[in-house]
């Protein structure tokens, strides 16, 4: 019998839509990770995209994938809507969950989905290919190394345009709306450099004629004593800047999921507090981050966390509940406190 740790891990493809068809794509190469089987609720679809993407099965359910003995993991890519619910089915039935951003619709949802994962002994992360980069890895080595001093201030911003009300990102039931998509990658990147949830946050928004919030600006402060500003947007052009100013110096990054297509894999440090101080560019290694992700997701199954190099659960628990909170405060117009977790 082979032995299993050397096979790939074996994937499992929850739907057919084009972010699926990307992820496969880019997992392609990889040694260590395989697209497996595929499913969609169309037997037809299922197979036309296996064949498309030269993988191997094709299943025209869900419960059909979940149920496939031959897949190890599952890589759900459903609407937000239907995270929590064929995430937490997918650990029911033994397999791990790999789970587009956001884990879920809200807080309350990724809780059920961690406690999930504890009951049933199954890995659950929340994919965020910029983690998994190499320009990303660096920021995290510069931050440890205090390259910058104290962080005192982080803005981070994503913007991409989105009109066409037919667009699944610009409807309310399947959990649409700028903050959930462009803001889930805005709010990890504040709370991976911050290491903490916000105390407080206030935040206002432009909203869609669809009732979901178009553009999102906030405020976050962190018990750290440090601020950030970050923004969302579906009526700009694209951008995707952080900057992250410290007593001692500054980081600039794009933190792109997929560098060159987004631009230069590159960091922008400056190593004082003056005007006079130079910048200086560090370049990074290029690469799929798709491909990153999963292949660090295989090293987080086969040899444990500490080799996962994305958010981990405790992580994606404060996201959530920081865009619980960001989305309060919008639509209310006052600050929201947000409360520390008990028992994560």
């Known amino acids: 019998m082979a032995d299993l740790q050397s096979m790939p891990l074996r ?10 068809r990307s992820f496969a794509s880019g997992v392609a190469p990889s040694r260590t990770v395989t697209v497996a089987a595929v499913a969609s609720r169309d037997a037809g679809k299922a197979e036309r995209f296996a064949m498309e993407c030269g993988i191997p099965h094709f299943h025209g359910s869900y419960e059909a994938l979940l149920a496939d003995p031959e897949i190890d993991a ?3 890519p459903l609407p937000n809507s239907l995270h929590a619910e064929w995430s937490i089915r997918a650990m029911q039935a033994g397999k791990h969950v790999l789970c587009e951003k956001p884990l879920a619709m809200n807080a309350t949802e ?19 290919p910029y983690r998994a980069q190499a320009q990303t890895l660096k920021l995290r080595e510069l931050l440890n190394a205090g390259a910058i001093g104290k962080v005192q201030l982080i803005r981070s911003s994503f913007g991409v345009a989105f009109s066409d009300p037919a667009n699944i990102r610009l409807k309310p039931e399947v959990g649409g709306g700028a903050l959930l998509d462009a803001g889930s990658y805005a709010v990890s990147l504040a709370l991976l450099v911050a290491g903490a949830r916000p105390e407080r946050v206030s935040a206002t928004a432009r909203w869609s004629e669809t009732g979901v919030d178009r553009s999102v600006a906030a405020t ?38 997929h560098p060159p297509l987004g631009g230069p894999p590159v960091l922008t440090i400056r190593r004082g507090t003056t005007v006079q101080t130079a910048p200086e560019t560090i370049e990074v290694a290029p690469g799929n981050g798709f491909l990153a992700e999963a292949e660090s997701f295989e090293r987080l199954v086969r040899q444990g966390p ?11 628990i404060d996201i959530a509940v920081t865009l619980d909170a960001i989305l309060a405060s919008a639509r209310s117009g006052a600050a929201v406190s947000v409360a520390a977790e008990i028992n994560t």
């Open 306 to 316: 500490e080799h996962w190099t994305g958010a981990t659960l405790a992580e994606s």
């Open 220 to 257: 976050l402060e962190f018990p750290s004593g440090a601020l950030a500003q970050i923004s969302c947007s579906f009526a700009t052009a694209y951008h995707r800047h952080a900057l992250i100013a410290g007593d001692a110096g500054t980081i600039e990054t794009t933190y792109l999921n």
């Open 11 to 20: 994937l499992g493809v929850l739907g057919a839509a084009n972010i699926a």
């Open 110 to 128: 990724v809780r059920a989905m961690a406690a999930a994962a504890r009951q049933h002994g199954r890995h659950l992360v929340e994919a965020y």
């Open 74 to 76: 599952i890589y759900n």
